[in-house]
């Protein structure tokens, strides 16, 4: 891994492309996710029944991995680890924050 | 607390204040970020601020709103009538430094923008508009004239978060880190040795959440009620139990975790309900949030006794008195964006005026915030 800005422009634009995810539930991601946390923000993303959980996380996978090896697709198991470790779990805060953030933009770009 | 340095030619003065409202100073468009409307934050720490701009262009305004509420009727507006008149004369119940001669010459204008830049000094006396020129505002806070520019006199700097109010499963608790107590004269508070830990008053808690993380108490931070007797607001006194101590490198993050976020909607006037596509979200520094800082006035004695146009100058003394005057005005105006949408209130301490003329002013102050409130119990 290289070059995170570009996983997380590729990801971002890829989400909404896709339309994974629309600006008003980007808005609702992000500000669950800064205010609560990533676990957070996946526990919210698994009870909105008009978002595709494991579309939205396809497309977060080379990110989560950044912040802690992605051995198999167990997201429960994975959610829970990360938080073991508390700077690893914050710089994934940001990278999340980012990614959400530039797909928010892609979103209006697009007038979504 | 204050520092007066090189035989006095520089006066530092402290400056901590508390937010009565949520504070939003935008960037203006210039920064993207989870919310449309940004606030200022420092670009080392990631933490919010409140640039010294802001605090210097607010407070110029304040001290020229501060002198014109003195000036007698008859004279507040018509400046050709001030001229034969003696500063005594025009003013009522004026203050030592309200008394300083160039204040004839003030209006309401000597703050803001400067309208009218390419008049001379000598034509901007009987100007209702644009920088006098003369005036403890303008040669407190600086003015530029055709013939004659001045920096001032008056030295801000940013006002940095020092406690930050979290709430927490022991009810609200102020962040801070050592480091800035460090700075604010606290140099035997350390920082908690593991990063991932904090320290509470107790120091037996076990652990304590900030907002959704969850933390280790790693012991007592050491923190005394004589060490923050400065921090008396009023009604509010942050307490030792009150603080918690963390690692420097978390600080950002639970200061931008809890964060005040509001959504606005602008209202259809024909429908009574809120208007499609025109929702916004804006951040800002949450109430109950402590700030520091420090202005420097700059007494340029070099410059007395050469035949200048710029003099006289205002003392020391006169620019503090008349900063110390008008800072009630950011309990009522405030500061920033929104101050009419619940905004922009705060409550401001300064350390370093003499002691006779603080009590005095203190005196002042507490008649004047029993009306605007504003303490924890808020």
Redesign the interface.
């Known amino acids: 891994m290289n070059n995170i800005e570009a996983v997380i422009s590729k990801a971002s634009f890829e989400i909404v492309k896709e339309k994974i995810l629309d600006e008003n539930q980007i808005?609702k991601l992000?500000?669950i996710l800064?205010?609560?946390?990533v676990y957070?923000m996946w526990v919210y993303a698994k009870s909105q029944k008009d978002i595709d959980e494991k579309k939205l996380l396809e497309k977060l996978k080379e990110i989560l991995s950044i912040g802690k090896p992605l051995p198999n697709d167990n997201y429960d198991e994975y959610f829970q680890s990360v938080s073991e470790d508390?700077?690893k779990l914050?710089f994934l805060?940001q990278l999340l924050?980012k990614t959400?953030?530039y797909a928010?933009?892609h979103a209006r770009a697009m007038g979504d | 607390m204050s520092q007066q340095q090189n035989n006095q030619l520089v006066k530092e003065i402290k400056i901590f204040a508390l937010t009565q409202d949520p504070i939003y100073i935008g960037t203006g468009g210039y920064t993207i970020g989870r919310v449309d409307n940004t606030i200022v934050r420092d670009p080392i720490t990631n933490v919010p601020k409140i640039p010294g701009s802001s605090l210097a262009g607010t407070w110029r305004y304040y001290v020229a709103l501060e002198l014109q509420s003195h000036f007698k009727d008859e004279f507040r507006v018509n400046l050709k009538s001030r001229i034969k008149k003696n500063i005594d004369e025009l003013l009522n119940s004026p203050k030592d430094w309200m008394k300083f001669e160039g204040n004839k010459f003030a209006k309401i204008k000597c703050a803001g923008q400067d309208d009218l830049p390419n008049k001379t000094l000598d034509e901007s006396k009987s100007e209702e508009s644009g920088h006098c020129g003369y005036c403890i505002v303008c040669k407190g806070f600086g003015f530029s004239k055709k013939d004659l520019s001045w920096q001032g006199q008056i030295y801000f700097i940013d006002l940095n978060i020092l406690f930050f109010p979290v709430f927490t499963m022991k009810g609200t608790k102020w962040i801070t880190t050592a480091s800035k107590l460090k700075e604010i004269g606290l140099n035997s508070i350390s920082s908690p040795a593991d990063e991932n830990k904090i320290k509470t008053n107790n120091g037996n808690e076990g652990h304590l959440n900030l907002g959704w993380l969850y933390l280790e108490i790693e012991g007592t931070h050491s923190i005394r009620n004589e060490n923050l007797a400065c921090f008396n607001f009023g009604n509010f006194q942050l307490n030792p139990e009150d603080i918690v101590i963390v690692p420097e490198s978390l600080f950002s993050h639970i200061v931008n975790s809890n964060l005040e976020v509001r959504t606005s909607v602008s209202i259809d006037p024909i429908t009574g309900a809120a208007k499609e596509g025109a929702l916004f979200t804006s951040e800002a520094i949450p109430r109950g949030t402590i700030l520091y800082g420090c202005i420097r006035i700059f007494d340029k004695l070099a410059i007395k006794g050469i035949d200048c146009k710029i003099a006289p100058l205002p003392s020391i003394n006169h620019l503090e008195q008349a900063l110390n005057d008008s800072k009630h005005f950011y309990e009522t105006l405030g500061i920033g964006g929104m101050t009419t949408r619940g905004f922009g209130r705060l409550k401001i301490i300064l350390l370093g005026i003499n002691s006779t003329e603080k009590r005095e002013n203190e005196g002042n102050t507490k008649s004047s915030t029993n009306h605007t409130g504003g303490d924890k119990s808020e």
């Open positions: 808005n992000l500000g800064s205010t609560d946390g957070a508390l700077p914050l805060k924050e959400l953030i928010r933009y």
